[in-house]
């Protein structure tokens, strides 16, 4: 534990809670980038838009709504419909999710782009 009287382990003491800071400062982007992946929804449609689907970014199904015709779809029909809005739902939260990360991981890839120039 530093001695509260040493001036050097006061520069010290000083130096960390800057360097925490910082850190801090650094981390609330992603932090801000994993809330904003955990409300990402993707949504998809099929059968002329009689059937709605919504998943999370992982793809999980989290809700299915239906128009008024869509109940006059054959079993077989509705059940297709749904597995196409669903399978447009995962293609449109892996998109928005791509876009998301490239957006949100744009300054440190940049950061270590830096880094690793400076080794060279």
Known sequence: MPDSEDPSAQHLDAGMRRILTDFESEMEPLR????E??????????????VTVEVT?????????FG?????L???????AILEASGKA???????????????MAPF??????FLDGLA
């Open 90 to 104: 995962v293609e449109d939260a892996t998109t928005r999710l791509a876009e998301l990360m490239g957006e949100g």
């Open 109 to 114: 890839i940049e950061e270590a782009d830096r």
């Open 37 to 50: 992946m955990a409300e990402l929804r993707g949504k998809g449609e099929a059968a002329g838009g009689q």
């Open 57 to 65: 970014a992982a793809g999980v199904l989290t809700g299915v709504d």
């Open 74 to 80: 054959d079993r077989q029909a509705l059940a297709a």
């Open 68 to 72: 008024p015709r869509a109940l006059r």
């Open 32 to 35: 801000a980038l994993r809330q």
